[in-house]
Structure formats: C-alpha cells, structure tokens
DNA sequence: CAGTTTTTTCACAAATTTGTGAATAAGATG
DNA sequence: CATCTTATTCACAAATTTGTGAAAAAACTG
C-alpha cells in the first residue's frame, strides 16, 4: 500500500487544515489578536486564492456574519486584510496582502509614536534630573528606537523575500 | 523611616505622576498588557529606586493586594520584573531590570518559535504544492526571520544605549 | 427605481476576564 | 515554638468582551 498522505499533492485534507486553522488562531491570540479575527484571517490565509468571502468565511468557521463583519472590519484597519469586489459581483472578497506583516508592522509603528509622547509627559511630570525621570526617558528612547529601525528591518525582509537570489548568510545587515 | 527625598532633587507633582501612570498603563494595555499589570509596572518604573514592596503598590494604586500579587507574577514571567528579598525583612521588593526591554523581546522570540512550529503543520496539512501551503510558508519564514533578527537589534539597541555615540554608519539622530 | 443579494448595525445573552475579601501558607523574629 | 508580618490562593461578584439574531442599510442588476 502506498503511503495515506500524499504532502505534495493539492489535496488538502479539510480536517487536517480546520485544526490547523483553530490552533494558528489560538496562537495568534495569545500575541493579542481579537479571537474571531484570528480566526478569519487563518482562514483566509489558507484559501488557495487568498481570498474568501463573508459567506465563505461564516460557513467554513461555523459563525454569524456578523462575527465576520466585525472581524474583516478588524483586519482590514490593522492592515492585514484588503476589501475587493470584483465589477459584476455583489460579493466583497477579503484578500489578505501579500505585504500584510510589512503593513502589521507600520502601524505598530504609529502605536510607538503616541507612547513616545506619552513617556515624554512622563519625564517633564518626574524632572529630567531624578532617576525615575531618565528611566523614563531610556524607555522613551528605546521606543524612538524601534520606530526607526523596525520600518528598515521590514525592508530587508522585503528584499530577502523578494531577491531570493543565493546569499542566505553573511549578511552584515547595515545597507539601507 | 527617616529616608526623604534630598532636597537638592527636583519635586515630582505627585498628582502628575499619578496621570502619567494612567495614562502609560492604558497605553500598555491597548498593546495587550493585562490592565492591572500595565499599572504596576508603570507605578515601579516611575518608583525614584526603580523598585517597590507589594504594599506600597497597593497603597499608591489603591488596589488589593491580592491584585497585586497576581500582577507581579505575570510581570515576573515576561521578565519586565524581579524580585528580591533584602536579607532581614520580610518584604519582597519588585524591580525593573535594567535590560527589561531586551528581555520583553528574549520571550517573543520562544513564541515565534512555537508559531513557526504551528505553521509547519499547516503547510504539512495543506500540501507544499498548493498556493495555500506557499503562503504559509512564507509566513513561516516571516517569523524566522523575526526570531534571528529581533535579537540583533537588540543588541543594537544596547550599543547605542550603552554610549556609542558614534554609531557605525551616520545613524544617530538624538545626542544624549 | 424595484428587486435581490450582501453587509452592517444594534440590543442582548453568553462567556471570559478582572479584582476583591477572607482564609491560608510562607517566613522571620524574639 | 509562639507570634507577627507578608505573600498567595480561592470563591465569588463586577465589569468587560464576544458572538448572535433580527432589522436596517448599502450596492449591484435589470
């Protein structure tokens, strides 16, 4: 008998994927994703096309459209979903972007800006001479930090992905 | 008893102080920190030693301290905190590591791990020969790529904190 | 613009999270 | 060892979040 699973044929086994489908999600929660929009977006994510509709979603996940609705509202705004509807359909299909954890990744980016501010509030309330307030002001840094330089990390994770030429080590990753 | 504030040291406007804290904490918590965690945290960082006792949380956040106590635990876990017992009292006392963001980020990178775990299943589940199974893969070199990288700019991060104020490359926007 | 189909909104119920008070355990001191 | 102090655990109440069904709104078709 030949082996049961065929792992390069496109024949996925629907069970198979729905538990992944649940436990990628979980996951997902655990970092802080509402738990209906993790779970939609792994399941648009393991559509062949990448793109599914409301009806598509509500069925295979076994929920109302109305969790669906506040859940592509969800993914839409933090950038991981795009809305689509093709000319002649009343359909909207929800693609996930092919640059979606680029996207992820700015607007955490503006999330850091409005801490940094906050923080600043922090250090003028403690007085930039006491400890407290240049601990503050390191934390304040640190963010100023990651808002610079995450946006260039994504940019060579671009460059990897795209230029998948032959040079997967020894890079000094410092060229803009 | 008799420890007061040198009077050289700026005043903190405790009522300030206070708004900050709340302030910060709801920031923290729209990043997914539970509540009460984010406040305790914020009430030590802002602490003139950088550290607290259990009571002086729960006096200054007019909380429980059974509130406190299941905040500490969570905060020890991601390792923001530790805690330390002075030989000869019975406090414990709770401080921010000097290195507390390194740390935040060490632990994403064991969650990273466990995710590219899930997502090897996935594409398992779905076959490599699928556009699906791609995808997933791709997202699974995503996280890779975080979980080699991340590490990295941390230690970036404490060069240029620890007072290189030459960076290799003409980077440096703030002078300290 | 009437007729469908699809999406969104809204009040409410279910489920989960969060914080408290009281009891218990752990630890130091005389 | 008795006693005091501090930290943790636990059952429960309060508050928040999450998901649903039904109604309304939006959008495309003919």
Known sequence: MSETTPSSAPRPDEQAVARFVERFALDLTQGGFPRMAARVFVRVLVSEDGA???????????????????????????????REREPGSRRDHYRVRDDMWYEAFARRDEQLGGWEETLRQGV?????????????????????????????????????????????????????
Not at 128 to 156: H, I
């Open 52 to 82: 599914c509709t409301a009806a598509e979603l509500a069925e295979s996940l076994g929920v109302s459209a109305a969790a669906v609705s506040g859940a592509v509202r969800y993914l839409i705004r933090v950038g991981l979903l795009v």
């Open 124 to 176: 003028a309330a403690l007085g930039v001479g006491t400890r407290a307030g240049s601990r503050l002001d390191e934390t304040r840094r640190f963010f100023e930090f990651l808002r610079v330089e995450l946006p260039k990390l994504m940019d060579r994770w671009r460059a990897q992905r795209d230029g998948h030429g032959a040079a997967p080590e020894a890079d000094s990753a410092d060229s803009p």
